[in-house]
Nanobody, 115 residues
Framework: QVQLVESGGGLVQPGGSLRLSCATS????????MAWYRQAPGKQRDLVAS???????MYPDSVKGRFTISRDHAKNRVDLQMNSLKPEDTAVYYC?????????WGQGTQVTVSS
């Protein structure tokens, strides 16, 4: 079973930047895609960014141009660079992996954008 551990969250001022990392461990077979989701209090969990095994990325309009997802194939790690952060980006951010055998979530990391 794949385990995911996120890191890099914290408190940042509006306009600032953060970089989230998601480390994987366990038995990993044929990754199909990796992604970041976020969930604010009282709201549903939404996709923030995704990257396929072939490197194709996708972003919703709310973060396009500000967030960048990248993957280290050798380490099976996925990062999320977040720039020009806004208060509405405040949420718990979750890493998500899809393989040919299973899907797994990380435990989440809190990102708070506030002055």
């Amino acid at each position: 079973q794949v385990q995911l551990v996120e890191s890099g969250g914290g408190l940042v001022q509006p306009g600032g930047s953060l970089r989230l990392s998601c480390a994987t461990s366990g038995s990993i077979r044929s990754i199909v895609s990796m992604a970041w989701y976020r969930q604010a209090p009282g709201k549903q969990r939404d996709l923030v960014a995704s990257i396929t095994s072939g490197g194709r990325t996708m972003y919703p309009d709310s973060v396009k141009g500000r967030f960048t997802i990248s993957r280290d194939h050798a380490k099976n790690r996925v990062d999320l660079q977040m720039n020009s952060l806004k208060p509405e980006d405040t949420a718990v951010y979750y890493c998500y992996i899809v393989t040919t055998r299973e899907n797994s979530w990380g435990q989440g990391t809190q990102v708070t954008v506030s002055s």
